[in-house]
């Protein structure tokens, strides 16, 4: 199994900039890939960015050229930083890492998802 918690979230101004940190523990030697998503108010969930275990990143386009994912393998750390944030970035932010189980069926583990909110 594989634990995550996120670290960073609060409030900051259109425009302004936040860091999301996640620090991953349990058996991480078998995750697979990592990402950030993330659920507004009254919304479904979205993925936001990832890294594949091929090392491929990814972004959700309306965060592209904003955002960017980082991952430190020797401190089993994960971040996000997120640059000219907009009112529509508010939401509650969850990292995610996926792991193979003796099934060999991908099981996707999360943290307890942080408070993100972009208002002046």
């Known amino acids: 199994q594989v634990q995550l918690v996120e670290s960073g979230g609060g409030l900051v101004q259109p425009g302004g900039s936040l860091r999301l940190s996640c620090v991953i523990s349990?058996?991480?030697?078998?995750?697979?890939?990592v990402g950030w998503h993330r659920q507004a108010e009254g919304k479904q969930r979205e993925l936001v960015a990832s890294?594949?275990?091929?090392?491929?990143?990814h972004y959700s386009d309306s965060v592209k050229g904003r955002f960017t994912i980082s991952r430190d393998y020797a401190k089993n750390t994960m971040d996000l930083q997120m640059s000219s944030l907009k009112p529509e970035d508010t939401a509650v932010y969850y990292c995610?890492?996926?792991?193979?189980?003796?099934?060999?069926?991908?099981?996707?583990?999360w943290g307890q998802g942080i408070q993100v909110t972009v208002s002046s």
């Open positions: 890294i594949s275990s091929g090392g491929n990143y």
């Open positions: 995610y890492a996926t792991v193979y189980g003796r099934d060999g069926l991908l099981d996707t583990y």
């Open positions: 349990g058996n991480t030697a078998d995750i697979n890939g």
